[in-house]
């Protein structure tokens, strides 16, 4: 038989909190927020550091679907 490869996961691209808000175009609290309700996941990083996957934030913002438009 033949075995099928399975893809590989994707990458994470993790940043920290400002690097993350400036991708999102918002501010670092913003981003904090989003973590402590649970929207978007973070990863500690030591103590204090927080970082977050850029992929996994990707998939948190979606397009609005708007009259006119296939998204």
């Not at 609290?29 to 996994?56: F, Q, S």
């Amino acid at each position: 038989m033949r075995k099928t490869a399975t893809p590989p996961p994707p990458t994470r691209r993790l940043v920290g909190i400002n690097q993350a808000s400036e991708y999102a175009d918002v501010h670092p609290i913003t981003i904090r927020r989003w973590v402590a309700a649970g929207r978007v996941p973070a990863y500690r990083a030591g103590p204090r550091l927080l970082k977050i996957d850029l992929n996994e934030l990707d998939a948190m913002l979606r397009p609005i679907p708007t009259a006119g438009c296939d998204a």
